[in-house]
Structures are given as structure tokens and as C-alpha cells.
């Protein structure tokens, strides 16, 4: 029974996520010895009053829960898989108002009421705070890159966010938001260059594989990201060759050129519109 026990009580704060409180596991049935045996023989530890951890749980969520706060902002949208603008190393945590949350070394809090409420258990916050601390922390454009990517995963509606008490910021990024682009660096694309008053598709079908984005008729845009090695580049090149057979002019871009280069990124599509590269081949 001892052994069996004290695996029963890790096991079940492994499936919690790695970091558990004490009430919870009495809530599954575990009891105190049973929470101290696995302590006493390092099966899991004790990271606070009333919270116990294994040792692999996530480090992360382990500061978290010694400091009374929530993992958000890009943090928690990166643990979710959501496209966020590459920055500094330091997490985003979430602490409410009036609330014992602490400050843990080289992390920035965010002190905000939660548009939903937090559950005592909870060390993420859930999507609807997280995409809403995004907007008063992030720059504009990287903020809209996250908040599609969320959209375009499903985590949320924009039928649902409309209907919650946002601020000004987030207001202004869902009425921009659209749920259709797959990567953030794509979502970067409509407003720089709306002013062009050219036709812009994102993420169109042609010659079988998807294209980032289409100007007009004929000039595709198409951005490298990290994964465009190898296998995968061979295949983008053929691609394009297979785009210019048909007509289209094709202008690719890496990352960096993307994300620390507009400017000369800008003047290559500029002279190719003054070009009339991207309007419709016109045949005898």
C-alpha cells in the first residue's frame, strides 16, 4: 500500500500539470500522510504553504505558484503554441490588484483585473486575459500577430471578445483581427501595406501550395520562416520556379528581412507596383 500510495499522489500531480495545490489533491481523495510520505521521500516537494510540485515540473510554473501569480501575456501564449514577436528570455505573469501576488526575479508582472475570473488552482491565465494583457504590453503590430494566431488556432471567437469589457487597445485589435492567417509575420502584412490601395490576399492557393500573400493579380510575397531549410527549401524553389512558368512575379523575404528590414523590404514591392508587376498579363 505505501508504495502504490505515494505514486497514486505524484501521479496525480503530474496530470495536474506538474504543480498542484494541497486542496486540490484532498479534493481527489489523497490524503495528508499520503502528501507527506511523497515529500519525505522526494517524490514530490513542497514549493509553498499549501503547494507541492514533482521534481520535473516546469520551472515556470513552479515560480508561479511560489509568488501567488499566473503565468500570461506572451509567457502563457507561448505555452500555448500561439505565434508570439521573438523578445527578451524574462516571462509575463499575471497578478490581480489588491492581491498577495509577489515579484519573481527578471519577470514582468502585470498588474490587471482579470477580464475572467482565476480559479485558485489555475498558474495560466486563461486566453481571453492573456490576449488582453498582450494588447497593453506589445506593439501594436507584434500584438495582432498573437491575437490572430490565437484566433486562427481556435482558442477563441471573436464573437466571444467582443462581448467582454476590453480596453481601448484591445478594441482597436479586434476590430482589426482576422482568424485567417497562420503565422504572425503574415498578419504584419495588411497594415503595412493598406496604403498601397492594392488588392492584398493572404494565404491563396496557386499551383498547389499556398502563397503568403498575392498583390493584385501577379506579385507574390512570400516569407521564410526558420523552418524553410533543407527538404523544405528545395521545395519553396521549386515552387517559385513553377509560379514564374505561369506568370507570376515572385518576391521572397527571410525573417529578419521581415522583422528588422522593412524599410528596403517596402521599396523592392514599391518598384515592383511602379513596374506594374503585379496587375494581369495582358495577352495579343
Known amino acids: 500500500m505505501h508504495p502504490r500510495s505515494e505514486q497514486g499522489v505524484a501521479e ?27 515529500l519525505r ?17 516546469s520551472p515556470q510554473l513552479v515560480s508561479a505558484a511560489q509568488h501567488g501569480v499566473v503565468l500570461s501575456c506572451v509567457t502563457a501564449a507561448r505555452r500555448l503554441g500561439i505565434w508570439v514577436h521573438e523578445q527578451n528570455p524574462g516571462a509575463h505573469v499575471g497578478a490581480t490588484p489588491g492581491s498577495a501576488g509577489g515579484k519573481p526575479e527578471s519577470v514582468r508582472v502585470h498588474w490587471a483585473k482579470p477580464l475572467v475570473p482565476r480559479h485558485p488552482d489555475a498558474l495560466v491565465d486563461p486566453i481571453e486575459n492573456v490576449l488582453a ?21 481556435e482558442l477563441v471567437t471573436l464573437e466571444a471578445l467582443a462581448n467582454l469589457p476590453l480596453r481601448p487597445a484591445a478594441r ?25 490601395r492594392i488588392q492584398l490576399t493572404i494565404q491563396t492557393w496557386i499551383a498547389g501550395h499556398r502563397v503568403d500573400a498575392l498583390l493584385g493579380a501577379r506579385l507574390v510575397l512570400q516569407i521564410d520562416g526558420k523552418h524553410h531549410v533543407g527538404a523544405q527549401r528545395s521545395e519553396d524553389i521549386r515552387h517559385d520556379a513553377e509560379l514564374r512558368l505561369m506568370g507570376y512575379h515572385v518576391i521572397r523575404i527571410s525573417y529578419p ?17 511602379a513596374q506594374g508587376l503585379h496587375r494581369a498579363v495582358r495577352r495579343a
Not at 133 to 153: D, M
Open 12 to 38: 496525480c500531480v503530474g496530470e495536474l500539470g506538474g504543480v498542484a495545490r494541497v486542496a486540490a489533491l484532498h479534493d481527489r481523495g489523497h490524503r495528508r500522510a499520503e502528501i507527506e510520505r511523497a
Open 41 to 57: 521521500d522526494g517524490a514530490l516537494t513542497r514549493i509553498r504553504q499549501g503547494w507541492v510540485a514533482t521534481p520535473d515540473a
Open 133 to 153: 494583457i498582450v494588447a497593453e504590453c506589445a506593439p501594436f503590430e507584434q500584438a495582432l500577430g498573437t491575437w490572430e494566431s490565437a484566433l486562427n488556432k
Open 172 to 196: 482597436r485589435l479586434l476590430a482589426e483581427a482576422q482568424p485567417f492567417a497562420d503565422a504572425g509575420l503574415e498578419t504584419y502584412l495588411r497594415p503595412r501595406l493598406r496604403w498601397l
Open 257 to 273: 528581412q521581415m522583422m528588422f528590414q522593412w524599410p528596403q523590404v517596402q521599396d523592392l514591392i514599391m518598384r515592383a507596383v
